[in-house]
């Protein structure tokens, strides 16, 4: 079973900024995409940011320019830097892993709490 924990979570006022990990216990190397989604309660849980295999990346409309996802493949560590945060903002984020092969599976962290108030 592959551990994901999410970490960087916090209260932030609006405009502020903070990053997000998420440590993997398996290499994430070979990992076909990693990802973040937000969900708030009584809503879908959202996409918010994925990065591929190949390091491509793919941002919802309502984070672009704000958010950046980078990956870490030594430190098996994905990150979310989101800048000029809004109230909208406010969310359980969870990482999200997916290999296809060495062996297959998807995995979810337990979430971390982003509240974006002042």
């Known amino acids: 079973q592959v551990q994901l924990v999410e970490s960087g979570g916090g209260l932030v006022q609006p405009g502020g900024s903070l990053r997000l990990s998420c440590a993997a216990s398996?290499?994430?190397?070979?990992?076909?995409?990693m990802a973040w989604y937000r969900q708030d309660p009584g809503k879908q849980r959202e996409l918010v940011a994925y990065i591929t295999y190949g390091g491509n990346t793919n941002y919802a409309d309502s984070v672009k320019g704000r958010f950046t996802i980078s990956r870490d493949n030594a430190k098996n560590t994905v990150y979310l830097q989101m800048n000029n945060l809004k109230p909208e903002d406010t969310a359980v984020y969870y990482c999200?892993?997916?290999?296809?092969?060495?062996?297959?599976?998807?995995?979810w962290g337990q979430g971390t709490q982003v509240t974006v108030s002042s």
């Open positions: 999200n892993a997916r290999w296809v092969a060495g062996p297959s599976g998807e995995y």
């Open positions: 398996r290499s994430i190397a070979s990992a076909t995409v």
